[in-house]
């Protein structure tokens, strides 16, 4: 459906996006998740027209749309504030891309009311968008993006703006209605829950490069990279030496999973994979501070050599405050990194 | 961009500068000595002197009377706000020489103060000051109050729960970030007062006179235009730094202050004080701006046989004293008529050029940007004669011509239009044109349907002032309009130079019908307009 070919923009000497490749299926969710800057916006403005290319192409069903000015593209945008128009009520804006495109009076009317049926806002065409909710404005947008049916549809930070529990009520929705309608989807977002709760697939960005691609179970289990595993929450990171199935680390000795690259490595341990052990056995933490969680406790251990470790504890196990324990490393949960992203498929 | 500075060239720049030539150049060598010996008379230090005097006086006493009402607007809600802010905006749309006719009416000769208490302030300075207080408090009220109106108060809150007091907490929140506003509100009214004429023409007899009325005077009555082009001259120099001050406190105005809806910080006044406040503000919006328009509509009213319609009739027909050529009341055909050709000049040049100020910016924008706003201040009448000995010969041969009348209306209609598009323009967001775009719009249908609607409303406000502004355009109007084809103002001005009882009655009856358009008008405008949208004015 689309496909970028090394596209690059440059603001300045700065390439903000620098030789991009990115494929993206006919019926696929992708989501492009990336810090602020790291040029993920940049990149749905290249794919829509709204910012030419300095290098590299942009294909939309095999065509290269290099010519295409915005409006013929047959993309749907839906932006970071909306930019729904303050002027037209909510029916009005919904029903504008279907105005663009020349579709008859009547059945507007009936596309409209068929999708705000679809976004949960039934019988609300005749509001003015300025009275809405954000959670309300976000699905007029979305309907709005919907309704000239776009062969892409590409949300910038979709959920940005919503507080936690409406988000995570709409990526459910959102993603069951990209489902049924079989919608081609570009997201892209900060915020790595939303990205994986969404994506069939989820790819990383950095500084304008593509730095990570997978299923979002395979980016999670595997992030390649120190910075992708940062970016995703991890801090256990710290350097190894890896030779057979295990690894000499400031902590000790880490075991590693079989088949673990080898060598002179950056090693992530996920806090869920630090145990507690008896005492005289593992490596011996002053416990700095203790953050009840809900289903776990997050427990800060100052080891005596190397950085400070998570770890993720049963609320009856933790120890307080204070206290010193001894931690041993469970193997499924130790991932040898490789900050070249020469893991995998890391980079694509 | 082309367009109007080609306008400003040949319309402006050009009558101007060969009027200065003619003055200070009359026989092919620049003798700039006059500069030195007008400005060392003694009389012309005088007039100097009184007009700066004024002018500061008047934006202090503005100051004073408005900024209470500026508050009571932004902060308060109470009954009748919408109607009354209308009302106290009225004034400002009014033509000078109408101000100066009501205030004639209510504190001078045989006036409502005359007769009540025997009280006359006509030939005073009183009645100058009274008069440009009137015709600028909307100017304080709109400027300082649309912003106080918008300033969130949870600032002040967060203030005094940081261990301010009330009014240690206004002082270093709400003031600082009103003093811009103050500045911008009070230099515009500096700006109006110092180049003050009509009013001064009225009410000023020959005891006080500004630098606008003596150029009048030197050009029209003395014929000595090397002292009227010296003084031209000054009064440039002095708007010209006056516009370059302006620029700079809009420019820091434009610093990001947290702004809120103001129906979001208005309540009703609590506790005595707050009511006392209100009830002052009112009283004084009632004795400074509704009682003289009262009194003039009541003296257009009053004849010596009691109410009646006499001074209406007369306007219609010819006196024998040869006072004009034709009807007076064909003067309001004139000046509509006028007014709708100057408006449409207005409202295409202006918009051009703000449409040009929004698409670039740069130093040489900015240029244009305060030059645009010349016209407010640089001397009608030297427009107005500039006019006559310029635009005489080809290519603009343009003198008996009608157009000349609403060119130079146009040229001071033209800064309320920019100023009042350009914020609009310059805040339509360039991603809803994007996301129109995204949608299928064309370039042209998404201005159609993105920028339209939105500048719509304010392309018709700016309309309305201009219409409005080139109603009451006196100084260069009464140069340029020909004895057979007045103006209102025009007419007015002339019915009060001549003596009788029947000449003054006809001016206050005419005046109030000139009240009337205008105040229509800006009702219009009124309806047209959310704080959202306004503009400087």
């Known amino acids: 459906m689309l496909t970028l070919e090394g596209a690059t923009v440059r603001f300045g000497a700065r390439a903000v996006l620098d030789a991009v490749d990115l494929e993206v299926a006919e019926h696929e969710i992708v989501c492009v998740l990336g810090p602020s800057g790291s040029g993920k916006s940049t990149l749905l403005r290249a794919v829509a027209g709204l910012r030419a290319l300095d290098a590299g192409r942009v294909l939309l069903g095999g065509e290269d749309q290099a010519g295409t000015p915005v409006h013929r593209r047959g993309v749907g945008l839906m932006f970071q504030d909306h930019q729904l128009f303050p002027q037209r009520d909510v029916a009005g804006n919904v029903a504008f891309g279907l105005r663009m495109h020349g579709v008859p009076r009547e059945e507007r009317a009936a596309r409209v009311a068929e999708l705000l049926d679809l976004v949960g806002l039934p019988g609300a065409g005749g509001r003015a968008v300025g009275v809405l909710s954000g959670g309300e404005q976000q699905r007029v947008a979305l309907a709005r993006a919907l309704a000239p049916r776009p062969r892409l549809l590409m949300l910038d930070e979709p959920l940005g703006q919503l507080d936690r529990g409406l988000r995570e009520r709409l990526v459910v929705e959102l993603r069951s209605l990209f489902g049924r309608l079989g919608t081609t989807v570009l997201a892209v977002t900060h915020d790595q829950g939303e990205a994986f709760a969404l994506a069939d697939r989820v790819v990383v960005m950095r500084d304008g490069r593509i730095v990570r691609s997978g299923t979002p179970v395979e980016v999670w289990r595997r992030p390649g990279s120190e910075f992708v595993a940062r970016f995703l929450g991890f801090e256990n990171v710290v350097a190894a030496t890896v030779s057979g199935r295990a690894a000499q680390t400031a902590w000790g000795r880490v075991p590693v999973p079989e088949g673990s690259p080898q060598g002179e490595r950056r090693l992530l341990v996920r806090p869920a994979g630090v145990r507690v052990a008896a005492a005289g056995e593992g490596l011996v933490c002053r416990v700095e501070s203790r953050t009840f969680r809900g289903q776990h406790v997050s427990v800060a251990l100052r080891p005596g050599d190397g950085p400070v470790l998570e770890a993720e504890l049963p609320p009856g196990d933790a120890p307080e405050a204070g206290a010193e324990v001894s931690v041993v490393f469970r193997a499924e949960d130790v991932v040898v990194l490789d900050g070249d992203g020469r893991d995998g498929q890391s980079r694509s | ?537």
């Open chain 2, 1 to 537: 961009m082309a367009l109007p500075v080609a306008f400003f060239a040949v319309f402006f720049a050009w009558p101007v500068v060969s009027i200065v030539q003619r003055g200070l150049r009359p026989d092919g060598a620049w003798d700039l000595g006059a500069i030195g010996a007008t400005l060392g008379r003694s009389d012309i230090l005088d007039v100097l002197g009184f007009t700066v005097w004024q002018a500061a006086a008047s934006t202090g006493l503005t100051l004073l009377v408005a900024l209470p009402g500026a508050y009571v607007f932004a902060r308060f809600s109470f009954p009748g706000k919408g109607v009354l802010r209308a009302v106290v905006t009225v004034p400002f749309v009014l033509p000078t020489v109408l101000v100066g006719t009501a205030f004639l009416a209510l504190v001078g000769r045989g006036g409502f103060t005359d007769e009540l208490w025997g009280l006359r302030l006509d030939a005073s300075v009183w009645a100058i000051l009274l008069a440009h207080v009137f015709f600028n408090y909307a100017v304080v009220v709109r400027t300082v109050g649309g912003l106080w109106a918008q300033l969130d108060p949870r600032q002040e809150e967060a203030a005094r729960v940081l261990g301010a007091s009330r009014w240690r907490a206004w002082r270093s929140v709400t003031l600082p970030a009103l003093v811009p506003a103050v500045s911008a509100a009070a230099l515009m009214v500096f700006l109006f007062t110092f180049t003050s004429f009509g009013v001064v023409q009225i009410l000023g007899g020959d005891g006080y006179t500004t630098l606008e009325a003596e150029i009048y005077r030197q050009t029209a009555r003395l014929l000595d235009l090397r002292t009227a082009a010296v003084l031209t001259l000054v009064q440039f120099a002095a708007v010209g730094a006056i516009l370059a001050v302006h620029a700079r406190t809009a420019r820091r105005r434009e610093t990001a202050l947290r702004l809120v809806s103001p129906e979001l910080t208005a309540r009703r006044p609590r506790g005595a004080g707050q009511w006392a406040l209100l009830g002052g503000v009112l009283a004084s919006v009632a004795v400074l701006i509704l009682l003289p328009l009262g009194v003039l509509v009541e003296r257009s009213f009053a004849t010596p046989e009691g109410y009646g319609l006499r001074y209406y009739r007369a306007l219609g027909s010819l006196d024998d004293a040869g006072t004009f050529l034709v009807p007076p009341l064909e003067a309001v055909g004139n000046s509509l008529r006028y007014a709708v050709v100057a408006t449409g000049i207005a409202v295409v040049i202006g918009g051009l050029a703000a449409a040009a100020l929004t698409r670039r910016a740069g130093r040489l924008v900015r240029g244009f940007d305060a030059l645009l706003m010349l016209p407010l201040g640089v001397s009608a009448v030297t427009v107005g004669f500039g006019f006559l000995i310029t635009l005489d010969e080809p290519p603009f041969d343009l003198r008996a011509s009608w157009i000349l009348v609403p060119l130079a209306q146009a040229l001071v209609g033209v800064p309320f239009v920019v100023r009042t598009m350009l914020p609009v323009l310059r805040a339509v967001d360039e991603r809803l044109r994007e996301a129109a775009a995204v949608l299928g719009a064309s370039p042209w249908r998404a201005w159609r349907e993105v920028d339209l609607p939105l500048v719509r409303r304010a392309l018709l406000i700016a309309a309305g002032f201009a219409f409005a502004v080139s109603l009451g355009e006196f100084g260069a109007t009464v140069f340029i309009a020909r004895p057979d084809s007045p103006t209102l103002p025009v007419a007015v001005a002339r019915l009060l130079g001549r003596p009788g009882e029947l000449n003054y009655g006809q001016a206050m009856a005419l005046s109030t019908m000139l009240m009337v358009v205008c105040a229509v008008c800006l009702l219009l405008l009124e309806r047209l307009r959310t704080d959202r949208t306004t503009g400087e004015f």
